[in-house]
């Protein structure tokens, strides 16, 4: 056996360079996120989803025409084809959670798409998921409540026309504009695991339907996208100020994890949960329930604070999910809405990335360090 095999191995592949990419610049230690050359501070508030769909596909924002166009590319997509439907349905007879309805409604977009990966068929592909994402989460919500799905409807924007085909009611502007800062501010965020998950598969030269199928069950997990549902139930378990403290100290103390409390790369304060603190704020402000917000305020205080003593040396902050679950509560969304409503948004930096990968593709084949038996010798199976 050779003796020249790579040895380093390191785990969760924590520190290493994988890709190259102009999509997305994340700085653990300053706190920074930048998309397409924006901080996300100024993106998240000011864009409209299709406008960053379009940046990140295109590295520039569409003049008034192209906007135009785009938005009625994306809008002219929307409906799911009847398989999808039939499929969606089945489902629920199984109570399947919306996530897994979704990975599985994606697959079946195959049906519309492209198997084969040229830059042209893998765009338009991307442009068939970024639009039905949304119709299938809401086609499916509504059937699991024993009501029909909705058509989408052209005249409303992405953000707004999901809201629509969830509630069957044309959202405020408020309401409107607080999924679209969400939607942007998680559209892309380095080399994440789901978007990692898309790049390895379209690095094959397989197709994007499959590389976002696969995104989307990396996504699911509670160490990625799946926390804000669990860190929602924590507020709500914890019910009223005063409360957190022992609840929490009680939480670390048994060894469990705090969910929206963490990061790979951020040391710092996530800077996706003060603008989604912000988006919260305004939200509740105008249409919500004051009281919920400054509670969760006092469990992230709480939460950093502990965290801090139980766990000095990690620098254990808030991430993302906290205040997601936050914000799209308070747009009427329940628990099993958040994580694939995570998609929606990132669906835009999924695709983006498998057509970068596709403009300068080499295939991911990292190594592995060999930790088995070694010179077994083989035994008849009537004499093991
Ligand atoms: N609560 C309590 N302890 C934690 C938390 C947390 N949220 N996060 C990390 N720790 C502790 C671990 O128990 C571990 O402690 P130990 O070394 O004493 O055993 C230490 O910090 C390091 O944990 P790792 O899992 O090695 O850290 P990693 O960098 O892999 O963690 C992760 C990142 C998975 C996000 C983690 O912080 C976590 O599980 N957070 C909760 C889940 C969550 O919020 N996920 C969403 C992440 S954002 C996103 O993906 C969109």
Redesign the pocket.
């Known amino acids: 056996m050779s003796d020249k095999l790579p040895t380093t191995w390191v785990p969760?592949l924590e520190g290493i360079v994988a890709a190259q990419t102009r999509l997305s610049r994340v700085d653990g230690q300053a706190g920074e996120l930048i998309i397409a050359g924006f901080r996300v501070e100024e993106l998240a508030g000011n864009a409209s989803f299709e406008e960053t769909v379009y940046l990140l596909w295109h590295d520039e924002l569409p003049n008034a025409g192209q906007l135009t166009a785009f938005r009625q590319e994306l809008a002219a997509q929307r409906e799911l084809p009847q398989a999808a439907l039939d499929l969606l349905r089945a489902a629920t007879t199984k109570n399947v959670p919306v996530m897994d309805a979704l990975r599985m409604a994606t697959a079946s977009l195959s049906l519309e798409a492209t198997a084969i990966s040229t830059i042209a068929e893998a765009q338009r592909d991307a442009i068939i998921l970024a639009a039905k994402f949304p119709t299938i989460v809401a086609a499916y919500k509504r059937l699991l409540h024993g009501r029909e799905p909705l058509l989408p409807r052209a005249d409303l924007g992405h953000a707004a026309n999901f809201l629509y085909m969830l509630s069957g009611e044309r959202p405020s502007e408020e309401r409107t504009r607080s999924l679209e800062t969400y939607l942007n501010t998680v559209s892309d965020h380095g080399l994440?695991a789901s978007t990692f998950a898309a790049r390895v598969i379209i690095s094959t030269q397989s197709d994007m339907i499959s590389a976002v199928t696969g995104a989307v069950g990396a996504l699911k997990g509670?160490?990625?996208?799946g926390?804000p549902g669990p860190a929602l139930d924590m507020v709500f378990e914890i019910g009223e100020a005063g409360k957190a403290e022992p609840y929490i100290r009680a939480k670390?103390a048994r060894g469990e994890?705090?969910?929206?409390?963490?990061?790979?790369v951020y040391k710092v304060r996530d800077p996706r949960a003060e603008v989604l603190s912000l988006a919260a704020k305004r939200l509740y402000r105008v249409d919500g329930d004051m009281a919920l917000y400054e509670l969760a305020r006092e469990v992230e205080r709480t939460a950093v604070t502990l965290?801090a003593e139980y766990?000095p040396e990690?620098k254990?902050q808030t991430?993302?999910?906290f205040y997601t679950a936050l914000l799209l509560h308070g747009l009427g969304l329940d628990t099993g809405l958040f994580t694939p409503t995570f998609a929606i948004g990132r669906v835009a930096g999924w695709t983006a990335h498998c057509l970068e990968q596709l403009g300068d593709n080499r295939l991911f084949r990292p190594q592995s360090v060999y930790t088995g038996v070694k010179n077994r010798r083989w035994a008849p199976v009537e004499e093991r």
């Open positions: 969760g994440n509670p160490l990625h996208g926390a670390l994890r705090l969910m929206g409390f963490g990061h790979r965290l766990k990690r254990l991430n993302v999910e």
